[in-house]
């Protein structure tokens, strides 16, 4: 770069071309080492992204379109409680056990009051919502995530959330219904109701995302880590690095 013009940047335009260097580099990388199965998890995606347009998306939208707010806020707030069950159990397997207090107080009160957990009772009296799942656990107990992997239907994952998911499932009181009609109807409310809280989010995806695939996968390992490290993973040395020298310049 010509010295008059680096010298003629602003702070703040330094960093704008400093994130663009990073993201054109992070395009032209190939292959990534977590991630040895990528022809096979291409596929799979590939897979799960027709699935989801031409089915999941349209369903979701007529969900969305013929049920009022309040049904539709209802609907999430029970699988929501329901999901309460799998978070105390595994506050209590990480030894969060104040969390666990928490959040055990959040069920019983959504399950009683909020009428089988209808209403969210609980937040309105200030029991925040956490997100733990087996998965998590696992990595807490020292188990590493493992290759990057795309399961269908499911979406991104590793062996380490697999089993997490598989021993979650054990936990959600839906599994022992003895009907099996019934036991896949409540999982197919869940998944519309899921997806239909998410369309917005899937919609700027696909306009801003030139890769799709590595931009979930990479979203995948960044939620993965912030949810194991409760909202505060470790920054790796390059971007300490660059955080000192960004906080120099301003």
Same mark, same amino acid.
């Given at each position: 770069?010509?010295?008059?013009?680096?010298?003629?940047?602003?702070?703040?335009?330094?960093?704008?071309?400093?994130? *663009?260097? =990073?993201? @054109? !580099?992070?395009?032209?990388?190939? +292959?990534?080492?977590? %991630?040895?199965?990528?022809?096979?998890?291409?596929?799979?995606?590939?897979?799960?992204?027709?699935?989801?347009?031409?089915?999941?998306?349209?369903?979701?939208?007529?969900?969305?379109?013929?049920?009022?707010?309040?049904?539709?806020?209802?609907?999430?707030?029970?699988?929501?409680?329901?999901?309460?069950?799998?978070?105390?159990?595994?506050?209590?397997?990480?030894?969060?056990?104040?969390?666990?207090?928490?959040?055990? *107080?959040? =069920?019983? @009160? !959504?399950?009683?009051?909020?009428? +089988?957990?209808?209403? %969210?009772?609980?937040?309105?009296?200030?029991?925040?919502?956490?997100?733990?799942?087996?998965?998590?656990?696992?990595?807490?107990?020292?188990?590493?995530?493992?290759?990057?992997?795309?399961?269908?239907?499911?979406?991104?994952?590793?062996?380490?959330?697999?089993?997490?998911?598989?021993?979650?499932?054990?936990?959600?009181?839906?599994?022992?219904?003895?009907?099996?009609?019934?036991?896949?109807?409540?999982?197919?409310?869940?998944?519309?109701?899921?997806?239909?809280?998410?369309?917005?989010?899937?919609?700027?995806?696909?306009?801003?995302?030139?890769?799709?695939?590595?931009?979930?996968?990479?979203?995948?390992?960044?939620?993965?880590?912030?949810?194991?490290?409760?909202?505060?993973?470790?920054?790796?040395?390059?971007?300490?690095?660059?955080?000192?020298?960004?906080?120099?310049?301003?």
């Amino acid at each position: 770069m010509d010295n008059n013009l680096e010298k003629s940047m602003t702070p703040w335009r330094r960093v704008v071309v400093l994130l *663009a260097t =990073l993201a @054109l !580099n992070g395009c032209a990388t190939q +292959g990534d080492s977590r %991630d040895p199965w990528e022809p096979f998890n291409r596929g799979v995606f590939r897979f799960n992204d027709t699935l989801d347009t031409y089915v999941m998306k349209p369903i979701a939208k007529g969900y969305q379109w013929v049920t009022p707010e309040f049904v539709d806020q209802g609907v999430t707030n029970f699988f929501d409680n329901l999901n309460d069950i799998a978070v105390t159990a595994n506050d209590l397997f990480q030894f969060k056990f104040k969390q666990g207090g928490q959040d055990m *107080a959040r =069920l019983l @009160l !959504n399950t009683t009051l909020g009428i +089988g957990g209808i209403v %969210d009772v609980a937040t309105e009296v200030g029991l925040v919502k956490h997100n733990e799942d087996f998965g998590q656990t696992l990595a807490v107990w020292g188990v590493p995530y493992g290759p990057y992997l795309v399961l269908p239907f499911l979406g991104p994952s590793s062996p380490r959330d697999a089993v997490g998911s598989a021993a979650d499932g054990f936990m959600n009181p839906i599994s022992y219904t003895p009907l099996w009609a019934v036991r896949i109807g409540f999982f197919g409310v869940k998944t519309i109701d899921f997806r239909a809280d998410n369309l917005s989010a899937t919609e700027i995806l696909d306009e801003a995302a030139l890769d799709k695939y590595a931009f979930m996968r990479n979203a995948y390992f960044q939620r993965r880590e912030y949810l194991i490290y409760d909202g505060e993973p470790p920054l790796d040395d390059e971007f300490e690095k660059f955080e000192q020298e960004l906080e120099e310049e301003l």
